[in-house]
């Protein structure tokens, strides 16, 4: 037995990790995880598996976030950052082979 | 659940897109804060509450204005897609990086894609541009074509990973400076 369980980070965490990337202008959300969002909040489910933008599937082993990038870095290096940072933030609190899936919705370019 | 906006050809986004967009990053950082705050504090009243269903209606605005996903050749880490509008503000911004010319129009053609309510990897590009001449120097179109052209091509192959792109230009204007 461990004694020392790992937290599962709630969903407003990880969105502040991802929002402090460079390179990410903010979280957009899509139809997709509204939807989700506000159903969970209506089933008082809690906020650990899905927030405006955020999306984590445990059952189905997806992670999906939507965001705004800046033009700092190029596209395909932000994607992989945030893809780093979700990895690690949630690191053994999901399944193994959790997909990380980035829709970038929009290019904020200053 | 998502909306297919793939019935409509991809559509050529107005000039408002960029202010309408900052708008709605404010206003959903702003519904995440208050939402948090009240959910610390044990607040329930955010269930289906007037800004509930005003957020699911800017997200169906939001969803409207993206345009469909196109995915992107995957990272190391994971898939990642773009939605039409962010695609096509990359290559519109690539072309009006250039000297003298300025992007009217973009469209692009898809791979097919087994996934409803995702496009494939784009394949085509035909960009309509304009293009500024002064009377004292006439511009070599063929070769400012190129200059778009490559800069398209550039720009995809740097941002996204999209090596093979074909990019048609077609000078719809030359404008005098």
Not at chain 1, 9 to 33: D, F, K, M
Not at chain 1, 39 to 54: N, T, V
Not at chain 2, 118 to 130: F, L, Q, S
Request: net charge negative; hydrophobic share 35%; aromatic share 2%.
């Amino acid at each position: 037995m461990r004694s020392d369980a790992i937290r599962k980070p709630t969903t407003a965490e990880v969105i502040a990790l991802v929002v402090a990337i460079p390179g990410v202008n903010g979280i957009e959300p899509g139809i997709g995880t509204t939807l989700r969002a506000l159903d969970a909040r209506i089933r008082r489910a809690g906020s650990d598996s899905s927030h405006f933008g955020l999306h984590i599937d445990r059952a189905e082993r997806k992670v999906t976030v939507e965001v705004c990038l800046d033009p700092s870095r190029s596209v395909r290096q932000s994607v992989r950052e945030i893809q780093s940072v979700l990895r690690n933030a949630l690191g053994s609190t999901v399944p193994d082979g959790t997909e990380l899936e980035v829709r970038v919705q929009s290019l904020d370019r200053g | 659940m998502a909306v297919s906006t793939m019935d409509a050809p991809s559509g050529p986004g107005g000039p408002d897109d960029r202010e309408i967009t900052r708008r709605y990053l404010d206003q959903i950082r702003s519904l995440h804060r208050d939402w948090d705050e009240l959910e610390q504090r044990g607040d329930d009243s955010v269930q289906l509450s007037r800004r509930a269903r005003s957020a699911l209606s800017e997200s169906v605005r939001a969803d409207a204005r993206h345009g469909a996903r196109v995915q992107m050749p995957p990272t190391d880490l994971g898939p990642y897609s773009l939605s039409e509008l962010a695609l096509r503000t990359l290559i519109r911004d690539a072309i009006d990086g250039t000297e003298g010319i300025a992007s009217l129009r973009t469209s692009v053609e898809y791979a097919p894609s087994p996934d409803w309510g995702t496009r494939g990897a784009p394949e085509r590009v035909a960009c309509r541009v304009a293009v500024a001449a002064s009377p004292r120097s006439l511009p070599v179109l063929p070769v400012l074509a190129d200059v778009a052209r490559e800069a398209v091509r550039d720009a995809c192959a740097r941002e996204l990973d999209l090596p093979d792109l074909v990019v048609d230009i077609h000078i719809e204007d030359l404008h005098e400076i």
